[in-house]
């Protein structure tokens, strides 16, 4: 079993996970990407991550483990994050903390819904809302910083 070193963690940082579940393998499919779930550190060993199996949440990624060393990777914001720009990010996502995860709101993410040919369904992709899905909380943290790791924050991907 594999885990990231927590010594290696900085608030700010995004740790990239991925399964071998079905849920994971559909997401990876429709986003073209190698990692399905995304979470924000905020100290040392502890993430705030959305899911469908608690909404936002806090998470001790200490009980973060994989089979394979390719299931899980800890990216940083490059330049690196100044102690102010962390602590923005990172009030944010705990503001967001006990927010509905919505499992639309994320598939309407996946760039198969962005196609101008699915423009005739009427899918509001960019439609303000306050639930959540992983990806977004990342992006919207980031960006609530002034930081942009996606032209659409409240529709991206952990691609």
């Known amino acids: 079993m594999y885990s990231i070193d927590l010594a290696l963690m900085k608030p700010g940082d995004i ?3 991925t399964e071998t579940s079905l849920t994971s393998k559909t ?3 429709f986003t073209g990407g190698n990692y399905s779930h995304v979470m924000l550190c905020v100290g040392y060993g502890s993430c705030i991550h959305a899911d469908k199996k608690g909404g936002v949440h806090s998470f001790n990624a200490q009980r973060l483990l994989v089979e394979h060393p390719n299931q899980i990777a800890l990216k940083r914001y490059n330049p690196h994050l100044s102690p102010e720009t962390s602590k923005i990010i990172e009030q944010y996502a705990r503001l967001k903390i ?4 919505s499992i639309w ?7 198969f819904f962005k196609k101008e040919w699915l423009g005739h369904l009427k899918v ?4 303000p809302s306050s639930l959540q899905f992983c ?3 990342v992006a919207q943290a980031y ?3 002034g930081l942009k790791l996606s032209a659409t924050p409240s529709s991206c991907t952990p691609v």
């Open 98 to 101: 006990g927010t509905v995860y």
């Open 27 to 29: 997401i990876r499919n």
């Open 105 to 111: 709101e994320a598939v309407k993410a996946a760039p």
């Open 124 to 127: 509001e992709l960019e439609k």
């Open 15 to 17: 740790v990239f996970t």
């Open 135 to 137: 990806s977004r909380l």
């Open 143 to 145: 960006s609530h910083a």
